[in-house]
Each structure stands twice: as structure tokens, then as C-alpha cells.
């Protein structure tokens, strides 16, 4: 495991970027939020909306508050967001089984109703999300930027093509781990090291014992 902090200027806060119909619930976001209060570390984690160019302008809009360095955390299509953020704004990130080209993905889920289990939203994917998804997409990505979480059995993108996609980036793969990525507890070190804080491997368990007492029998989501 990834636990020594990185050198340099630790990060000034952390964004996490949760993934496409999750919300503010979702187990992976709280347990970010609980990490980063354990550490007296600045964090935001917005409700993202649907439609992908108004989730990216609401991210962006959560960064100076986060100071002049914050982290980016992102799970799937938020780990998409968080490299548009990366690569525009010259941050590090860290990704979970990021989304590479969602607008392909999405193709095949035109028309169809989501509902968001934590807002109640209910909407249709259009061609419009597809677009602006294509337009959103990094011409080029920057590999020293990213630590990369990925799981060997993703039962929705294949990891193969994230470890090709940011070939050269710091690399954790899960074996075994689905795409909800249901042991983030035991990588909340390395992701806060990435970042240049040290998060003690028992404050983790803490947080994770802490976490499921709370929220017993919750289904981890994006």
C-alpha cells in the first residue's frame, strides 16, 4: 500500500467527484468526507447533476474554497470530471475506476429513465448528455497527475483500458474488485498520501468500523 505521503505542498483540500447517479449517500463519498475530517482537511463533495457540462461547472466552481492545491477524488464517470479538471487546471487526482470515454458508453443508454436513489431525480439520457460528454473529453492526459484505483473484476468498464489509457501513472489495482469498489477503506492511505497527508492505517479502520455501525446494510454505489 501507497502510505507514505508524497514530498512537496501538501494538498490545500480535497474534492471528491462521486460517479453518474449517485449523490451526497453514496459510501464512497462518505467515507472521503470522514478521512478528510480525521484530518482536519478541507473537503468538498457536491451533489453533481446529471447533465455533464453543469456537474463540471459546479466542481470547478467548489475549487477556491479548496485552496491553491486541492486534490481531485473521482469514481467512475466523477473520475472522468476529475481528469477534465486535472488537465485543465494543472491539479492531482486520484481516480476509481474512471469512465475514459463515457460518451461511447452512454450511447447505448439513450432514452432510457434514471432514477436517483439519494435526490429522487428522475431523467432520460439524450443525445445531448452524449455531446457534451464528447466535448468535455481531454485531448491529452498528463499520467504523473493521477494515482489510478482500479479493479481487476469491473463488471462495468474494463480496467485494461484505464491502465493503457493513463499508462505511466501511479497504479493500485484491487484484485478482485468490482466497479462500486468496495474496499476504497483499506486504500484511503494511499489516496490522502497522493495527496501529501498521512492517514494512519488504524484511522482508517476506525473510519470504516465507524462508517458501517452507521450505515448498516447500506449497498455501496458510485
Known sequence: MLSAPRGGEPASGLLYLHGF????????????????????????????????????????????????????????????????????????????????????????????????????????????????????????????????????ADETLDCREAFAAYRGAATLLHPGGDHAFTALADHLPAILAWGGHRLAPETARRIAEQEALDRPGQTPLE
Open 21 to 152: 447517479n449517485s449523490g451526497l449517500g453514496s459510501p464512497k463519498l462518505r467515507l472521503m468526507v470522514r478521512a478528510c475530517e480525521a484530518l482536519g482537511l478541507a473537503c468538498a463533495a457536491p451533489q453533481l447533476p446529471h447533465r455533464p457540462e453543469a456537474a463540471l461547472a459546479l466542481a470547478e466552481e467548489a475549487l477556491p474554497a479548496l485552496g491553491p492545491r486541492p486534490l481531485l477524488v473521482g469514481s467512475s464517470l466523477g473520475g472522468f470530471l476529475a481528469s477534465c479538471l486535472a488537465e485543465r487546471h494543472g491539479l492531482e487526482a486520484v481516480l476509481i475506476n474512471p469512465a475514459l470515454r463515457p460518451a461511447a458508453l452512454m450511447a447505448d443508454w439513450i432514452g432510457e429513465r434514471f432514477i436517483n436513489e439519494y435526490t429522487g431525480e428522475a431523467f432520460r439520457l439524450t443525445a445531448a448528455h452524449r455531446e457534451a460528454l464528447s466535448a468535455m473529453t481531454p485531448r491529452r492526459l498528463t499520467p504523473e497527475r493521477y494515482l489510478l484505483l482500479l479493479g481487476t
